[in-house]
């Protein structure tokens, strides 16, 4: 490893390092690290976004002469919302902000609304209605499992009739259900976090120390 390469994971090793130290306490080092992080981050951002919007989208998309001319108008309409969007940097003329951003607001909530819908809930409704009494005794099972944790989740959910007797009981499977759901997810996060955890003591004790091979 060379000199560069060598400088990379010191560099490396004590941003790690600074970053850790916040377990300890909040400190002056944490908060160097931290800004050095947001200002790599804006700068590599600002750097993607002119290229692959100011340039590819809008430079090239009004300079090129083999598309029409509506096909050229049409990236001076998000070239202007944009400019508009600045104005929020003036006191004056910050009213002018509310526009194109009342646009991305209403525009992105209907772009998501369709996509949350197909794949939170008809792919999730398509994922309980399933036959039962199919394929082996595991896949049986699980599918029975879905089925009655759907339906008992439901239940708890429904407050027109009170929760007594067996509409009660499906009720209380239904919290059990939908609690070790929860815990499985927050155990899911959790594991993911020490990944990355691990992930870094392997770099500091192995790529930088040298002491596991």
């Known amino acids: 490893m060379g000199f560069w390469g060598q400088f990379g994971v010191w560099l490396a090793a004590l941003l790690t390092i600074g970053i850790i130290s916040f377990l300890y306490k909040d400190n002056f080092l944490y908060k160097a690290c931290e800004a050095?992080?947001?200002g790599i981050s804006a700068g590599y951002w600002f750097i993607v976004y002119y290229w692959d919007n100011l340039y590819k989208k809008f430079y090239l998309q009004v300079t090129?002469?083999?598309?029409t001319s509506w096909e050229r108008i049409i990236p001076w309409v998000g070239f202007i919302l944009g400019v508009m969007m600045l104005s929020r940097l003036f006191e004056k003329i910050g009213w002018l902000s509310r526009w194109p951003l009342a646009f991305i607001v209403g525009a992105t909530a209907g772009l998501y609304m369709m996509i949350y819908f197909v794949?939170?809930?008809m792919a999730q409704v398509a994922s309980t209605i399933i036959p039962?009494?199919?394929g082996d005794w595991a896949t049986i099972i699980a599918n029975f499992f879905i089925v009655a944790g759907t339906f008992c989740g439901l239940v708890y959910f429904f407050f027109s009739k009170e929760h007594?007797?067996?509409f009660?009981?499906?009720s209380?499977?239904?919290i059990w259900f939908l609690m070790i759901t929860f815990g499985a997810s927050f155990g899911y996060t959790v594991m993911s976090r020490m990944s990355l955890m691990?992930?870094?003591l392997d770099f500091l004790f192995g790529t930088w120390l040298g002491m596991i091979k």
């Open 64 to 67: 090129n002469h083999d598309l």
């Open 36 to 38: 050095i992080f947001v």
């Open 168 to 170: 009660g009981l499906a």
């Open 132 to 134: 039962v009494f199919i």
């Open 198 to 200: 691990i992930g870094r």
């Open 164 to 166: 007594k007797g067996a």
């Open 172 to 174: 209380r499977v239904g």
């Open 119 to 121: 794949s939170n809930a």
